[in-house]
């Protein structure tokens, strides 16, 4: 059996805690640790970020990393697969998931979004950027969970681990984002720069696919679909700290 610890949205960078006596201690619960994105300032604070994933690299075994959207240059699971050498009936498959925004959200998330400011976020990036590198995740994923389901008959088991949300699935998102104060349906305008529905997609359908894990929704939840499970392990910030939050939490594969 494989254990893999997922963990999302730490935001180490504010406040600062990635190093010291007030660093966020991950205590080990698997020998894997998955950590999606979100984990803080790989750029602005590249020394302190590096110093932490070299202290859980002391703690487990291997630490897989997809970047978020506070992580534009720091790459590793990046459209990459990884099968554990002890386990290679298994296949650990990462990217980002950039989401699909409309045009008719375009205008309202690039104003509130610091994604999209070029002072806070990456210069030159726009919504016509995200959607495209949505787009090139989307196919890499299709193609790969494809492949190794037709071509590899080794691969028992596929794992993804992503950033963004593969699923509009309530149970995904925390009920504030769309029921009012007397729990009616309202609408969200802000939901597409957070999550995609993949559900009609190669990628989500197969049966191969035993768990998806993700983050930058800072909403915790663990449920099962038709194909495998959906699941979230996300801090929050350190101001609004997520609902349900579990350092340990562990997947079983």
Not at 60 to 67: D, E, N, S, T, W
Request: charged letters at 20%.
């Amino acid at each position: 059996m494989m254990k893999i610890q997922i963990l999302s949205d730490l935001h180490l960078e504010s406040p600062k805690s990635y190093t010291g006596d007030g660093a966020f201690d991950i205590a080990p619960k698997a020998p894997y640790l998955a950590l999606l994105g979100d984990i803080g300032y790989a750029v602005q604070h590249k020394n302190e970020y590096l110093a932490f994933l070299e202290a859980q690299l002391y703690r487990f075994k291997v630490v897989l990393l997809v970047p978020g959207n506070h992580e534009w240059e720091f790459i590793l699971l990046n459209r990459n697969t990884y099968i554990p050498a002890s386990h290679p009936e298994i296949a650990i498959l990462g990217c980002p998931l950039f989401s699909n925004i409309p045009l008719s959200s375009s205008d309202e998330i690039t104003y509130r979004l610091s994604d999209f400011n070029p002072e806070i976020g990456t210069s030159n990036w726009t919504v016509s950027t995200h959607n495209s590198a949505h787009k090139q995740d989307l196919f890499w994923l299709n193609y790969t969970v494809s492949a190794l389901e037709h071509a590899n008959r080794r691969i028992k088991k596929i794992v993804i681990l992503t950033h963004w949300a593969p699923t509009r699935d309530n149970r995904a998102v925390d009920p504030a984002h769309y029921r009012d104060e007397k729990g009616r349906e309202k609408e969200n305008i802000l939901v597409s720069a957070f999550s995609t529905d993949l559900s009609g997609q190669a990628c989500f359908k197969t049966g191969k696919v035993k768990v998806w894990a993700f983050g930058h929704t800072h909403w915790n939840c663990d449920f099962v679909v038709a194909r495998g499970g959906l699941k979230t392990a996300a801090r929050g910030s350190f101001f609004r700290l997520a609902a349900g939050f579990d350092v340990g939490k562990v997947v079983e594969l």
